[in-house]
């Protein structure tokens, strides 16, 4: 397996599937169960992909697969699925999720009494694997938060007394890159070096994005032999959204040389030049209401920023410092929701069809990168005597 040539996430996976294929090969010993550690979804799909292949024919997954969640089917249920031998398929596969249930509150004696007597004598014609999904194991061990180390000794100290312990960590940036050059190269194209890092960096090291735009990248150079930083800033969304979080920068910095200067070269480098002009007021309408969001409920860290930003409003990984940053150089809700009207107004001018729409987004820029204007006082509403 290549995987070994990277990080612990890489070689956890790596040795796993190792063992997996050996296993089914007859070269090697399957253990009863084993813990899949860690949010990675990359490397756990990377997992239960080897371990169907090896064990679960392609003509008989009805028989000898199954998906339970612990949310719905008691740890009883599952243990007794894995004791009682299939008919219809001589081994059987049991993938267990939302681990988590067996730590929720209470003491759950029963269910880890069960376990420990499963696992004394466990069904050597099934494996279990337990899905705990509900760790964040960062690239650096040294950095994991308290209570993700706390949930993992308690994983290890019971499920781990008996079933093998694969411990998925995210993947760093620099084995992000080294793999997809790998994958590249694998290809037969090279993946340059500035390319590499624009890709994991505009995607947050999230391997399945980078896996997933990695491969239209690989499709859009097919016969040019590389894959240039050009074509990833083509190419994937994120890096060019990457701009336009650096233009709300210089907004929120109140850099208005900056701020143009950045909507210069956004609308230069998108291939509909100002026709694009709706989609980046949408862009920068959706980024002043996340703003607004995460200045109303306080957040101060990335990990709030996941509740308090719901499925669907969320930005990509690599913006929730910068997006929490800038939000707090508002002094008030007033300052954001004045960003916005000047956003809608913008939007309407756009969509009576002015004679130049690169004007009207330059002007938005200038507007929101200015100082607002001081509210003159209202006229008093009693009219002025004069003596006569």
């Given at each position: 397996m290549t995987g070994s040539r990277w990080g612990s996430g890489f070689s956890a996976a790596a040795r796993f599937i190792e063992e997996i294929e050996a296993a089914a090969a007859g070269a090697g010993k399957l253990r009863p169960g084993y813990v899949l550690a860690g949010d990675e979804v990359f490397l756990l799909d990377r997992c239960r992909a080897a371990v169907i292949k090896a064990f679960v024919p392609a003509d008989s997954q009805d028989f000898c697969l199954s998906d339970l969640d612990l949310a719905s089917t008691s740890i009883f249920e599952v243990l007794d699925r894995a004791q009682t031998p299939s008919l219809m398929a001589p081994f059987q596969v049991i993938f267990v999720r939302n681990v988590r249930q067996l730590y929720t509150r209470g003491a759950k004696k029963e269910e880890f009494a069960a376990l420990d007597r499963y696992f004394q004598s466990p069904n050597p014609q099934a494996l279990l694997l337990f899905i705990a999904d509900f760790l964040r194991i960062p690239s650096d061990a040294r950095r994991i938060e308290l209570d993700d180390k706390n949930r993992y000794g308690r994983l290890t100290e019971t499920l781990g007394e008996h079933c093998g312990m694969v411990e998925l960590a995210?993947?760093?940036?620099?084995?992000?890159?080294?793999?997809?050059?790998?994958?590249?190269?694998?290809?037969?194209?090279?993946l340059e070096s500035d390319a590499?890092?624009?890709?994991?960096?505009?995607?947050?090291?999230?391997?399945?994005l980078i896996s997933s735009e990695l491969e239209k990248l690989l499709l859009y150079v097919a016969g040019r032999g590389k894959i240039a930083l050009g074509d990833v800033e083509t190419m994937v969304l994120s890096a060019k959204q990457r701009t336009l979080y650096e233009l709300t920068d210089a907004i929120s910095a109140r850099d208005r040389v900056r701020a143009l200067a950045l909507l210069q070269g956004l609308l230069n480098s998108s291939d509909a030049g100002e026709d694009a002009a709706i989609g980046h007021l949408y862009m920068l309408a959706r980024?002043?209401?996340?703003?607004l969001v995460i200045l109303e409920k306080n957040v101060r860290d990335?990990?709030?920023?996941?509740?308090a930003l719901w499925q669907g409003f969320r930005m990509p990984p690599f913006a929730a410092d910068d997006l929490i940053r800038q939000a707090r150089r508002?002094?008030?809700?007033?300052?954001?929701?004045?960003?916005?009207?000047?956003?809608?107004?913008?939007?309407?001018e756009l969509r009576s069809s002015p004679p130049d729409k690169r004007l009207v987004l330059e002007r938005l820029v200038y507007e929101l990168a200015s100082e607002p204007k001081p509210t003159p006082p209202p006229w008093p509403s009693t009219q002025l005597s004069f003596e006569t």
């Open positions: 995210r993947v760093s940036e620099e084995d992000a890159m080294r793999w997809a050059a790998a994958k590249a190269q694998e290809a037969g194209l090279r590499a890092r624009e890709l994991v960096d505009a995607l947050g090291a999230d391997m399945m980024t002043f209401r996340q703003m990335s990990r709030a920023i996941w509740q508002y002094k008030s809700r007033r300052d954001l929701t004045r960003a916005l009207r000047l956003v809608a107004r913008a939007d309407l």
